[in-house]
């Protein structure tokens, strides 16, 4: 099969990653954390996040599921091949996926939908968890997935970036008896029509913030607040602000009286534009 690389005129910025252009010890690094998570590539089952946790996903990102599942709808009308598609979160938890209705359900069957997890730690390789290791489009075809679940299957995943910030990963799948030339430019103008929907980040920062000052949070409480709602863990803000992780724990609480919530479900809710 002639390589998508190939193709330069549909791919300008060349952000093309194969598996075959990816150093082995890489792979084997790969291979490392996803065998020391405990898992195995005859696995039928996805390891998926809490019921709680789906739905403080899901109403953080609403916008963004939105706007790719209307996108997708008009898109099935043209498509003759069956696909399906999936969008997840930076972490790699499936926030939708959609495509034939048999397809879905025995998806299912394997704990294959909302809230299932697609990173290297829970999954191994696959074009989302590529995807996220590299930042770069991902291409992976049958048996190079870890999961036999998988096999049968070609999958390409782009970041979706705005200015820079990787708001999500959506995928494009499909049997691997099918040419995947054409899905690469399909998928590009996909990702190109959802960004264009979407806001700019920063604006959408400001109009936190300013909800924030309304509530008279300090300077420290409304970074920890912003990097609260939109999913970070206590671990990543310690780390990503230099602080401790009681330090975090204590500002969330003050943040929680100076806004009147009780958890973060009501937080995000509360704030999220």
Not at 8 to 18: E, F, N
Not at 114 to 139: P, Q, R, W, Y
Not at 181 to 204: A, K, N, S
Request: charged fraction near 20%; aromatic fraction near 8%.
């Amino acid at each position: 099969m002639k390589s998508v690389f190939s193709y330069q005129t549909a791919l300008p910025d060349g952000q093309w990653v194969y598996l075959k252009d990816v150093n082995q010890r890489t792979i084997q690094q790969w291979n490392c954390s996803f065998a020391l998570s405990g898992h195995h590539v005859y696995m039928d089952q996805l390891k998926c996040i809490s019921e709680e946790e789906i739905i403080q996903r899901l109403d953080t990102h609403q916008e963004l599921i939105s706007v790719v599942e209307e996108e997708l709808k008009a898109l099935h009308r043209f498509l003759i091949r069956p696909f399906i598609f999936f969008l997840t979160d930076t972490e790699g938890a499936t926030l939708s996926l959609s495509g034939p209705e048999h397809v879905v359900a025995s998806l299912k069957e394997h704990n294959v939908r909302v809230g299932s997890l697609f990173d290297i730690k829970h999954a191994g390789i696959n074009a989302l968890s590529v995807a996220m290791e590299t930042g770069c489009i991902a291409v992976i075809r049958g048996e190079e997935h870890h999961l036999k679940l998988f096999a049968g299957w070609s999958c390409i995943c782009a970041p979706i970036c705005i200015n820079g910030e990787i708001k999500g990963y959506l995928d494009m799948s499909l049997s691997v008896n099918e040419d995947i030339t054409y899905v690469v430019p399909l998928l590009q103008q996909l990702i190109d029509r959802v960004v264009g929907r979407l806001p700019d980040p920063e604006q959408r920062k400001q109009a936190i913030y300013l909800a924030f000052d309304k509530c008279g949070l300090t300077k420290r409480e409304k970074e920890i607040g912003y990097l609260w709602m939109h999913n970070h863990s206590v671990g990543q803000i310690a780390k990503m602000l230099y602080i401790a992780p009681g330090t975090v724990k204590n500002t969330l609480k003050n943040v929680y009286k100076k806004t009147n919530v009780s958890d973060k479900g009501e937080f995000i809710i509360k704030f999220h534009p």
